[in-house]
């Protein structure tokens, strides 16, 4: 009836709100549309803003609300949960009315002042109130509050469980029921009477351990020990039931201690691992697990014995039953390992395969992190967690035994991995930081442990924690294997011990790795002896250089200047061959370590690539030294131009007081000169190679074709990598050789094109400077030494060459149609280059005619009569310069006569000339154009390997090509400019050539 009137009673309403809104007028309409939009407006502009607060905030008498978010004050008798989240009722209040939204309590009557165990009934006690008000029953009895149908009873009662036989039961934990005792306890009674000791709830017969155990546990690293709480309720139990019962779970949880503590072994035989140890010499007599000695009957695997270098027998002497192969058919890459799971009691939980989260705990994607089992590639993952992360996560650690698994279908095989764990000690000595002859290799493992450093209860907060801070695997080939066969792979785990100061901010580092290793003793070996042949050879070259310049400087004496030349001559040799053995190092390693099927070679660690790069250095520092000395030689050679141009008509002038005119000779023109030196000028710094392309093309193949790819530390030589894949680190190795080889090549490839193409086809500066010295009928002189150096024959065969272009053109059409002689220095010889060895005589007077140029300060636009004086002796001197050496060449001077021959061979290969000229200076016939010695163009081997060394040295530093790059070709263009700027000053100085007018 109530229901039809509230449904006859709505209906009207609704009508009447219909028909209202018929009726409503649009100037309303308008007003309501306006309201809605200011309302509107007026809300999407409003800042929402509220106070923070945590559960922690709020007081006593207060919950807090998930859902506003704030403390929300609690009814009435009513206190805060345990969780902080809800409202119960206060001590001695019993629930009666809930909603599943909120509470009421009401206080018990006197006569019933206790509150059931679930809090929603009243009950008389028969004994006291818990500080809880619940009833309370004496030790060994239980609490019965509700018959068999659930009825309340008026009045608690507490039972008294019947420990006797036949029943043998006791009080539950919760002290609600009666179950059996455990099986410790005598057949005829559960009481543990002495001398039993009653430990962790069994019943221990006397005569067994020793109740004095030690359940500290040492953070050496803090230099402190803490009394764990878990260790004080269950290493004796633990320890006393594995050894006196042979409990399996109980021993599980003892090696658990023992391995919380490091594995560390001291004198002290009543922490975890001297009693677990105690227990192991116990059972000597006892057969062994899995036919291993170290594996003793119901007790983990901790240990792998205590003999010396035994550390060394187990990881390197027999090869493990699994091979691996980078390509065909028989490809095996992947690494299957498959970890046995204990929690902190010593219960089993599962079979594991190692991978995704169980030993990399940094967050990462799942692709990446399976990279890690990809045997040859070299990962490594590294992340900084939140110590209060940690301690939400990992409340009670898990224990692995790692094994590695060999396959088969049917009877799959198991190869254990042993443990290195750097923390381990040996009678306080950290003995697995020493050499591999002390280790001593464990098997269980973990990664965080937040539980043996709580000190007052297990719910306390750790006062440290244990975090595994360096988890790596390492894999070892065995020498000279051409199979792919491996040693058993060693896990090295480095722990490290937090101080909880504030969890909140403090982080701990996590690093894993997997890494490959081989024998690299040959290897270096090998390069040891390259480097004492080929250093021993460059010794020999370099004293047949010094000998050689000894000769060309004409000084019999060894003095310290010779000293310092030879290590001059060694420095720029030795750089050489540490090129070449660094070079070839490289390059080996790139082909074989990428190409190979089978693994038979592994990359270096990057701890034993410190030496190579030493080597990368001292070749960088040695060649640095040899480009500075050539160039400073360069930019400090003697230069001269002689002119052959003689006067070819007769000028006429009026002399004061004489009637009839006097006809002097014309001068002849400077500017064949200035064009000649210009020329020479701008050649200095000529190459072989474009410097820029050669920067522009590497970077090309590097990074552009991703050639840099192939310098990565795993086996697979794709240049295209998807973006998801893991990319390993660089070897230092293979980035070298890969950047130096293709910098030689490309550098290769522009001379050979530079010297078969372009030179024959497009031009050749060279040639085109000693046929511009032919046309311009000037010669040119360099001595490069004391008493060598380089002789360019430009005089005319037409005996000038200040002239018109009809006349000109018209000798150029008669040499090209052989009407007039050639040019070579000597009849009917085209030679016009020459390597000159002069006799001291020769370069005596040409020093003495020279020695005003040393007096020169340069030309000036303002000269006063003193600097005119000097400037006309200058003069002078150039003239007196340029007919002596016209004269020497032309053979006017008896006893400074020459003589012109070919070289010898060996006098080629090696550089140094047999005769001395004593009598007669020698020219050489020299094709080959050797005064380009004097360039960069003569030594494009120094300043390819100076570039390509330049270049390496930057990107080993930097692991960037790109800028290497730009450093290399800042360097180029700075030492560019040093050469060409001191060479045109030494040039204007050597030949008296104004440098205004070299441009």
Not at 132 to 148: A, Y
Not at 223 to 230: D, E, L, R, Y
Not at 532 to 560: E, F, H, M, N, Q
Not at 681 to 698: D, L, Y
């Amino acid at each position: 009836m109530a229901h039809r009137l509230m449904g006859k009673s709505r209906e009207p309403l609704f009508t009447m709100a219909t028909g209202t809104l018929r009726f409503v007028s649009h100037s309303s309409k308008l007003s309501v549309t306006v309201f809605l939009l200011l309302y509107i407006d007026s809300t999407r502009c409003q800042q929402f803003v509220f106070p923070f607060k945590a559960p922690s905030d709020c007081s006593v008498e207060e919950f807090f609300d998930i859902s506003s978010l704030s403390c929300v004050r609690c009814g009435a008798d009513q206190r805060q949960s345990t969780t902080g989240l809800s409202c119960v009722c206060k001590t001695g209040y019993q629930t009666v009315l809930t909603d599943k939204a909120s509470i009421t309590c009401q206080q018990c009557p006197t006569n019933s002042p206790g509150v059931t165990l679930d809090g929603f009934g009243c009950i008389r006690c028969p004994g006291g109130l818990s500080d809880e008000g619940k009833c309370r029953c004496p030790e060994g009895q239980i609490l019965v509050e509700r018959d068999l149908s659930g009825h309340l009873l008026p009045e608690a009662r507490c039972e008294t469980c019947q420990g006797s036989a036949p029943a043998l039961s006791v009080a539950n934990s919760n002290s609600d029921r009666c179950e059996r005792c455990q099986a410790t306890f005598t057949n005829s009674s559960c009481v543990c009477n002495p001398p039993n000791i009653l430990a962790g709830g069994l019943c221990f017969p006397p005569g067994g351990l020793s109740t004095n155990v030690n359940p500290s546990v040492s953070f050496a690293q803090l230099k402190f020990s803490v009394q764990s709480a878990w260790f004080v309720k269950n290493l004796y139990s633990s320890s006393a039931a594995c050894f006196v019962f042979s409990n399996l779970t109980a021993c599980q949880a003892l090696g658990n201690m023992c391995v919380m503590n490091m594995h560390s072994l001291s004198s002290l035989s009543t922490d975890a691992c001297g009693l677990f140890n105690s227990i192991f010499r116990s059972r000597a007599a006892l057969s062994s697990t899995q036919d291993i000695s170290y594996w003793r009957g119901n007790l983990p695997w901790l240990y792998y014995g205590d003999e010396p270098g035994l550390a060394n027998r187990v990881l390197q002497t027999e090869p493990a039953p699994i091979r691996f192969s980078f390509r065909g058919k028989s490809k095996n890459t992947e690494i299957k390992l498959i970890a046995a799971v204990y929690n902190v009691k010593g219960e089993f939980l599962r079979w594991e395969q190692v991978g995704g989260q169980n030993l990399q705990l940094c967050p990462e994607t799942k692709a990446k992190q399976a990279t890690a089992f990809s045997f040859g590639t070299a990962y490594q993952q590294s992340c900084d967690l939140s110590v209060a992360k940690v301690l939400e996560s990992y409340p009670e650690p898990l224990f692995y035994d790692v094994f590695m698994d060999l396959g088969g279908e049917k009877d799959k095989k198991l190869l254990p991995l042993p443990t290195l764990v750097y923390n381990q000690q040996y009678n306080g000595r950290f003995v697995n930081q020493e050499s591999m002859q002390d280790w001593y290799l464990s098997r269980r493992m973990f990664l965080i442990d937040t539980l043996s450093g709580r000190e007052k209860s297990l719910s306390s907060l750790p006062k440290v924690i244990r975090v595994a801070s360096s988890v790596k695997i390492r894999f070892q080939l065995v020498p000279r294997t051409q199979e792919g066969k491996v040693f058993a792979p060693l896990m090295s785990v480095t722990y490290r011990d937090v101080l909880i100061t504030d969890a909140n901010t403090q982080t701990v580092s996590m690093k894993f790795a997997v890494e490959y290793e081989m024998d690299q003793s040959e290897a270096r070996i090998k390069t040891d002896t390259a480097l004492g042949v080929l250093g021993g050879l460059a010794v020999l070259y370099s004293l047949l250089k010094t000998i050689s310049w000894k000769r060309r400087i004409a000084s019999p004496l060894i003095d310290a200047e010779t000293m310092v030349k030879f290590l001059l001559f060694y420095a720029g040799d030795l750089a050489n061959v540490f090129f070449i053995v660094t070079v070839g190092t490289g390059l080996y390693w790139l082909i074989f370590y990428k190409a190979q099927q089978f693994v038979s070679v592994l990359l270096p660690l990057p701890v034993q690539e410190e030496q190579f790069v030493t080597y990368i250095g001292c070749a960088f520092a040695l060649k640095a030294v040899q480009f500075l000395h050539k160039l400073i030689l360069q930019v400090s050679v003697d230069v001269f131009l002689i002119d052959w141009e003689r006067p070819r008509n007769k000028g006429s002038r009026n002399l004061p007081g004489v009637g009839d005119p006097k006809r002097d000779p014309a001068p002849v023109s400077i500017w064949r000169t200035y064009f000649v030196a210009n020329e020479w000028n701008e050649i200095q710094t000529t190459r072989k190679i474009n410097p820029t392309f050669q920067i522009m093309a590497v970077l090309f193949f590097l990074e552009v074709l991703r050639f840099s790819n192939l310098s990565l530390r795993d086996p697979w030589s794709d240049l295209e990598r998807p973006p998801q894949a893991y990319v390993p680190s660089y070897s230092l190795i293979l980035r070298y050789g890969l950047a130096a080889t293709l910098w030689l090549c490309i550098g290769c490839l522009q001379v050979i094109y530079f010297t078969v193409f372009h030179e024959h086809f497009v031009e050749d500066k060279i040639c085109q400077f000693v046929d511009l010295c032919s046309i311009s009928n000037i010669s040119v002189l360099l001595l490069s030494h004391r008493c060598f150096g380089y002789y360019i024959h430009g005089r005319s065969v037409h005996g000038h060459a200040d002239t018109n272009m009809e006349e000109m053109n018209n000798n150029l059409k008669r040499e090209a149609e052989s009407l007039c002689g050639q040019r070579g220095l000597l009849p009917n010889t085209d030679i016009q280059t020459f390597q000159v060895s002069l006799t001291t005589h020769v370069r005596s007077h040409y020093d003495r005619i020279r020695e005003p140029f040393y007096r020169r300060n340069g030309p000036s636009r303002l000269m006063d009569a003193g600097s005119a004086h000097q400037f006309d002796q200058n003069t002078r001197a150039y003239h007196n310069i340029n007919h002596f050496l016209g004269s020497v060449i032309d053979h006017a001077y008896p006893e400074m006569d020459y003589i012109v021959k070919d070289k010898l061979m060996l006098e080629r290969v090696i550089g140094m000339e047999f005769l001395e000229p004593i009598e007669k200076s020698i020219f050489y016939n020299d094709k080959a154009h050797s005064f380009s010695d004097v360039l960069f163009y003569g030594n494009e081997a120094t300043l390819l390997i100076f570039d390509t060394l330049f270049f390496c040295v930057v990107d080993l530093g930097s692991q960037s090509f790109v800028l290497a790059s730009v450093l290399t070709f800042a360097q180029q263009m700075i030492f560019r400019s040093i050469r060409h700027r001191l060479g045109r000053r030494n040039l204007a100085n050597k030949t008296l050539v104004d440098p205004r007018f070299l441009i």
